[in-house]
């Protein structure tokens, strides 16, 4: 669609979690003039996956997640993955940096703190995939600066609380990149929202949950029910954006457009340990990642990672995968079945046939207890003990399903926007990487239902985001980026921690 730069132009997004408030925020900078409302049905902003305690926090980078690098039957490693993750996650520091200087984020340590990301292994096989995989990507400009060693004493300094008490004999490895980010999705959620009710223009309804949506002429109507006093309204937009999270899936199919038809979802939830004992809290000072078992999940490695959340540092290992029927942390448990219909019920069955030890692997989380959790603990930190830790659920992923010619179905772990032919409406399924990329897969939006201004908009994103559309992007630009992006993220003001010495490998 053509966004026209009237004042009475209209954009409902639904749900006020990380993505539909970003896509306000840039949409807002691009056309000061547009009147955006904002549906949610919690009463607070950012409470499902986008609050700090329901994700993992991490500014997802190709540093440390191993799976973004997997190696051939050649012993090949493809860092392709790795090097798409880090160059998005460039752009979202681009685009708060700007913010940041502009004056609508005040203060970057709310939402945002560096942190070294790390990848550890243990045992032959893995120490040498590690040390291949690192001298691959030291040649690619975006991890030149990664650091690995095999050397326990150096390894004691980066990470003690995993070295500590480890058998000897055991070979053991790490990677580590210092500009990591440790990111609170939930407190720039709602740093967003609030700036933009101070606009002029920009409407939020808590408490208010969009119950269906059609086609009326050109514009879209809704039918959204207010929570608290249970009245119904019927509010009319010429685009929506469907951020419902989880729940998108559900919406996406009631608005009818054929371009959803065959998507299913299938939910994976998430649970923590997280660490209660304040000494063992502050020797940890690293995000450290390991590899997935066979069948987990891609998103459910765990990782042993120091958080800062609301100004308490904390210490949380996770997430181990779950099963539940819900779309949402806070939806019904006939989320599932109740999604099922004739156009996706193939491709579900096909991925349920397809996906055996994906099964086996989530029978086998679920019928975890403490104690289980507690042991794949200590395959990282040796010294745990079962009283430092208590177990807290984390949010829920919805991965797609979608028809596949060959298979089918499919399931897919990443992201994606499903948008109709006229560019009206949009949705956003999948969960991985998520929030880090939020920049970038709203950018994507923009182009793909507002194709006609994206090329008028074109300089304007290039102000708040250098590296949009930019063929020169060299070693060079991207030290510079990274030296600014960390001077307005006040990166460079952070202490450094003594476990941030290096001595080569
Ligand atoms: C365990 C776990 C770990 C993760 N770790 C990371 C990580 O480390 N890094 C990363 O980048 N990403 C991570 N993610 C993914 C990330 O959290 C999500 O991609 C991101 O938060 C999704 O944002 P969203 O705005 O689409 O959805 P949400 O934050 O879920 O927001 C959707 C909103 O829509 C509302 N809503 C739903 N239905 C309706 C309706 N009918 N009417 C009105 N409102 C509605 C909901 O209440 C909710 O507030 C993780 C996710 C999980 C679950």
């Known amino acids: 669609m053509y966004l026209k730069n009237e004042k009475e132009t209209h954009a409902i997004l ?75 996650f460039e752009i979202s520091k681009e685009f708060w940096a700007y913010l940041i200087e502009t004056g609508f984020i005040k203060d970057p340590k709310v939402f945002i703190r560096r942190i070294p990301h790390m990848s550890f292994v243990w045992g032959e096989d893995d120490v040498n995939f590690l040390e291949k995989r690192w001298k691959k990507m030291i040649q690619h400009p975006l991890f030149k600066e990664m650091k690995f060693s095999k050397d326990r004493e150096q390894l004691k300094e980066w990470i003690p609380l995993i070295i500590e008490h480890r058998d000897k004999q055991q070979p053991i490895a790490a990677t580590r990149m210092e500009i990591g980010a440790d990111v609170n999705y939930g407190a720039l959620t709602r740093t967003y929202v609030l700036n933009l009710l101070n606009e002029n223009g920009v409407i939020l309804h808590l408490a208010h949950e969009v119950l269906d949506l059609k086609r009326e002429g050109e514009k879209w109507q809704l039918k959204v029910r207010n929570l608290t ?192 032919a006229d560019g009206t409406i949009a949705a956003l399924l999948g969960a991985s990487p998520g929030a880090s990329t939020a920049v970038y897969i709203m950018l994507d939006l923009l182009e793909k239902c507002f194709p006609e201004n994206a090329k008028e908009w074109t300089p304007e994103i290039q102000k708040m985001i250098p590296s949009y559309k930019n063929d020169h992007i060299d070693a060079q630009y991207i030290e510079e980026s990274r030296k600014r992006t960390s001077r307005l993220l006040g990166w460079e003001m952070q202490k450094i921690t003594p476990q941030e010495k290096y001595k080569p490998a």
């Open 14 to 88: 639904i749900g006020a979690g990380i993505m539909s408030a970003t896509l306000a925020v840039i949409l807002r900078r691009l056309n000061p003039d547009i009147k955006i409302t904002m549906y949610e049905r919690l009463d607070q902003v950012s409470c499902e996956s986008s609050d700090a305690m329901n994700n993992a926090g991490t500014g997802h980078s190709g540093f440390c997640e191993l799976n973004y690098t997997p190696e051939d039957q050649n012993g090949e490693i493809d860092i392709t993955k790795a090097v798409k993750v880090a160059s998005e």
């Open 229 to 420: 006093t249970g009245r119904k309204t019927e509010p009319v937009a010429d685009f929506v954006f469907i951020g419902a999270g989880g729940a998108a899936i559900q919406l996406l199919d009631k608005s009818g457009i054929e371009e959803a038809e065959g998507y299913g979802g299938f939910p994976v939830s998430g649970e923590w340990l997280i660490c209660n004992n304040e000494d063992i809290i502050k020797r940890h000072s690293a995000k450290v990642y390991g590899k997935a078992k066979i069948g987990a999940p891609p998103m459910s490695v765990p990782h042993l990672d120091s958080r800062m959340i609301n100004g308490k540092l904390n210490l949380l290992f996770g997430p181990f995968a779950g099963f539940s029927t819900k779309f949402l942390k806070n939806g019904s448990y006939w989320d599932l079945p109740l999604s099922i219909a004739w156009s996706n019920i193939k491709p579900m069955i096909a991925v349920g046939l397809h996906n055996i030890p994906l099964t086996k692997y989530l029978i086998e989380q679920v019928t975890q207890n403490k104690e289980d959790k507690i042991e794949s603990l200590k395959e990282f930190f040796p010294d745990a003990k079962y009283e430092d830790w208590d177990e807290s659920i984390a949010g829920q992923r919805v991965q797609i399903i979608k028809k596949d010619e060959k298979e089918g179905g499919i399931l897919e772990f990443g992201t994606e926007i499903v948008d109709s």
